[in-house]
């Protein structure tokens, strides 16, 4: 199972995430300014109790991209559920199901058809889960870790680019491209000096029900947990 930033393996047959960017950039006219848009985007993203958004997830290698554009990365697709702060479910569906279930203390790695789940300190991975959350509540805060900046892709949709102002193991910045007209997240591409992870993401919904129990996992009968302490 792979999300968005991962330093460590969070499994034995995890692979770190990766990504490449392709989008021709447009420059952004005066009056779609940055503040305008981080603004538009908090708004509409920054007072949800909890949401849940489908993804469909690609990772290219620098190497894949030697064949030229035509490309079939590692895909796989599922359900993003989160809940502010920092409370978050990736629920993998295809190609196999996994999942990972994070809250402030703790992070699960739960994959099904082994019977095996693995329990790690989500400090261990917390800047990267933290930034993934952080885009789904607006980014309101976002200009006092990174740098950030603004040009247009090539649809004419806006395309912010967060540069760490620390240095992250991995990962040189990430982009996260923004509807025009009503700021909703198409995408969170993690770019891993040309190598990049991207959630192509589908409509969100408003999921009020969301508890904080819901971010804690027991495991089935039969399934061996595996602790580690980092």
């Known amino acids: ?14 692979a770190a995430l990766m990504v490449i960017f392709f989008l021709q950039v447009i420059p952004v006219t005066a009056e779609d300014g940055l503040s305008g848009v981080l603004g538009g985007m908090l708004e ?31 895909l796989a697709s599922g359900i993003f559920y989160i809940k502010p702060p920092h409370f978050l479910i990736v629920d993998q569906e295809k190609p196999t199901s996994e999942m990972i279930i994070s809250n402030d203390s703790d992070l699960w790695h739960y ?63 990430i982009f996260v491209t923004v509807s025009k007209g009503d700021y909703r997240i198409i995408s969170v591409e993690r770019n891993s000096y040309g190598d990049i992870t991207r959630f192509v993401l589908g409509e969100f919904s408003k999921n009020k ?8 996992f027991v495991p089935p009968k039969g399934v061996e947990l595996i602790e580690e302490n980092g």
């Open 111 to 173: 994959i099904p058809d082994k019977k095996l789940a693995y329990k790690y300190p989500s400090r261990m991975l917390g800047k990267e889960l933290r930034i993934l959350c952080d885009i789904f509540q607006g980014l309101g805060s976002v200009e006092d870790s990174f740098d950030v900046e603004l040009d247009l892709d090539n649809e004419g949709d806006y395309r912010l680019k967060l540069i760490p102002r620390e240095v992250w193991q991995g990962i040189s910045h």
């Open 44 to 74: 509409k993203y920054g007072n949800l109790k909890g949401i849940s958004v489908e993804y469909e997830r690609e990772i290219i290698t620098k190497s894949m991209a030697m064949f030229g554009s035509d490309l079939s990365g590692d």
């Open 1 to 14: 199972m792979k999300i968005l930033g991962f330093k460590k393996e969070i499994a034995p047959a995890s």
């Open 209 to 216: 029900d969301l508890k904080e129990s819901d971010f804690s």
